[in-house]
């Protein structure tokens, strides 16, 4: 029973492949004679062909094959009886799928042409495919060669540079200075800590903590701090010293040579030893 039905089948579609030029003259144009017949058996007439988007003609007689085992690089999937068309069979292989949309594109317009009896020449389906051949050389097309262009004028014209003694103090005003340069600079390899808890990851680079600082400076002053005029003990020293850390503080100028005035007798480094009045035994 099977094999009667095929044999009836392809009689069928042998008939109709010769008498495709006079049913459907701009789909054959388009597909061929013997693809157009297929479509049109699958679709159910020419008035379904017509009806069916260019989408769902691209994929009419896709079979599912399963290629469990096998490789599937030669699988083709989605792709039917507009594949196995003449323009897309002389494709290259890397345009192959867009040439089967451009043919299923016009392959739905040639049927709907055919169902309305619209051209019986043929003509409408002959100027679709030298559409798609012309599509199809434009892809093929190498890419126009890029012509090096020169670069366009600079909008501003250079300015000569003032030099001299101005220039110089306004470099030295703005540049900077050897403490910002400490601070900019970071130690290798080593875990520094932080500022304060306000600005994180803000270090102070190479001077060292604020601590650190501190103790730097409390090893050059002596009690009450430095003062401008350490050396002076006449009456018009100032009574003003000058603090790095507490700013200005009132003292008395020559409070460190007093107290270190009865200690030089027995513990200066110059002193030596004195004479002891010698016990008498009773």
């Known amino acids: 029973m099977a094999q009667t039905l095929q044999e009836m089948k392809t009689k069928i ?3 109709v492949e010769l008498r495709m030029l006079l049913i459907t003259p701009n789909l054959s144009a388009v597909v061929g004679a013997s693809i157009a017949a297929k479509l049109m058996g699958i679709s159910g007439g020419l008035t379904g062909l017509s009806k069916m988007p260019a989408c769902n003609i691209q994929v009419l007689g896709a079979q599912k094959t399963s290629m469990s085992g096998f490789s599937s690089i030669a699988v083709n999937p989605h792709c039917g009886l507009v594949f196995q068309s003449k323009i897309v069979q002389k494709t290259v292989p890397d345009l192959k799928r867009k ?4 043919v299923a594109a016009k392959a739905s317009l040639a049927a709907r042409v055919d169902s309305n009896h619209s051209c019986p020449s043929g003509s409408i389906g002959l100027q679709f495919k030298e559409e798609i051949l012309l599509k199809l050389n434009k892809l093929n097309e190498p890419p126009p060669v890029k012509q090096t262009k020169a670069l366009p ?5 250079p300015r000569k540079r003032r030099g001299g003694r101005r220039f110089r103090k306004k470099k030295a005003r703005l540049g900077g200075t050897e403490l910002r340069k400490q601070a900019n600079r970071m130690n290798f390899g080593e875990v520094e800590d932080d500022l304060n808890q306000k600005d994180l990851g ?11 600082l501190e103790r730097k400076l409390a090893k050059d002053q002596v009690y009450g701090g430095r003062t401008t005029v350490r050396q002076q003990l006449s009456g018009t020293a100032s009574s003003v010293a000058f603090t790095p850390l507490e700013g200005l503080e009132i003292k008395k100028p020559n409070v460190a040579a007093e107290n270190s005035a009865g200690q030089d007798k027995y513990f200066a480094a110059t002193s030596g030893f004195l004479s ?3 016990i008498v035994p009773n």
């Open 13 to 15: 579609l042998t008939y």
């Open 99 to 102: 040439a089967a949309k451009f």
């Open 153 to 157: 004028a600079p909008i501003d014209v």
């Open 202 to 212: 803000f270090t102070l680079g190479s001077i060292g903590s604020p601590v650190k």
């Open 276 to 278: 002891v009045k010698p």
